[in-house]
């Protein structure tokens, strides 16, 4: 049986630290887990939008926040954000590592590019698993970890090749990730990917942009999500339940997640 770790998870007083948090997928996540009565850690590198997503979340919803100004892209700046994490609050319950660039990042671009989308999309995703897991691991509690994938980084569409590498690492990671945890007597953590289609962010978008027909809202994407975790039902899940190796189960997730041909109904 399928056993999530959901319920326990997402309840007034667990902690959630999520990056990428002052806009869109990110931000859509802070304030699910506000209404979920979570004490949260905020992070991104664009400081005057964190401060002001915190401000505006802590006065909706009277959430404790912690919002530091980081850059996932450096090691030391991420031991720094899972320090002030466990200082302030002593625990992590979820963590999503969500910050996320985009960029022209061709086949033959400019190195410095692919340099930067790979040290954002990636090495951030991987200094986060590093620096958290371990301690989420060493808890022993039911806990959970999302890594921002895309469906590019398993599609793999011509273009943007330095972005679809980096969330094809994402998923490796994950996948590592998944293993590990599965392997390690006691540990209750549980990692997830997220594969998102195509989404209607500032990452998307032009300020004065149109939702396209067929985009995802943040909102949608976050409500997929925790439907999804609810259900002991996610695209990666462990330890007790891995359904990495179940095509069927990767298969239908990957065409639901696919905006133009087949959107999922949503519950919420
Ligand atoms: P967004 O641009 O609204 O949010 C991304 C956030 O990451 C921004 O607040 C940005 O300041 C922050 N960020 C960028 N570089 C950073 C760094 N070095 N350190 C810390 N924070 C940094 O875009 P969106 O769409 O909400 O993106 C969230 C995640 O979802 C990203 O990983 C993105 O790749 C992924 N995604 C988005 C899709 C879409 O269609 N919007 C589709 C598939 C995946």
């Known amino acids: 049986p399928k056993t999530s770790a959901f319920s326990t998870v997402f309840q007034p007083g667990r902690v959630a630290v999520i990056t990428g ?12 887990c506000a209404t979920r009565g979570m004490k949260l850690v905020l992070a991104d590198f664009n ?10 979340i802590t006065a909706q919803h009277g ?11 450096q090691r030391a700046a991420v031991e720094r954000l899972c320090n002030s994490a ?3 609050f002593g625990e992590v319950d ?7 660039r985009s960029g022209d990042g061709g086949l033959f671009g400019d190195p410095a590019m692919w340099d930067a989308i790979l ?7 991987i200094h986060g698993v590093q620096a958290f897991a371990p ?3 060493a808890a022993g509690k039911p806990t959970i970890i999302v890594n921002t994938g895309s469906k590019q980084g398993i599609t793999q569409p011509p273009g943007n090749t330095a972005y679809n590498l980096s969330k094809a690492g994402v998923k490796a990671v994950t996948e590592a990730l998944a293993h590990e945890l599965r392997s390690s007597a006691g540990c209750q953590v549980q990692a997830h990917l997220l594969v998102p289609g195509f989404t209607f962010t500032g990452m998307t ?29 996610f695209y990666i899940m462990c330890p007790d339940n891995d359904v990495t190796r179940d095509l069927d189960n990767a298969r239908m997730l990957w065409s639901a997640m696919d905006v133009t041909e087949n959107r999922p109904p949503l519950s919420r």
């Open 205 to 233: 978008r032009a300020p004065t942009d149109a939702k396209p027909a067929g985009a995802w809202t943040p909102d949608e994407v976050v409500a997929f999500m925790a439907e999804r975790m609810e259900a002991g039902d």
């Open 94 to 100: 979820f963590l999503m590592n969500n910050a996320g």
């Open 86 to 88: 466990y200082e302030r």
């Open 63 to 73: 959430t404790e926040i912690v919002a530091v100004p980081t850059d996932v892209s």
């Open 47 to 56: 400081e005057s939008a964190l401060l002001a997503a915190a401000d505006a």
């Open 119 to 125: 040290g954002v999309n990636l090495w951030g995703v």
């Open 21 to 32: 948090a002052a806009g869109g997928i990110g931000r859509a996540t802070a304030e699910f």
């Open 135 to 137: 301690r989420m691991m």
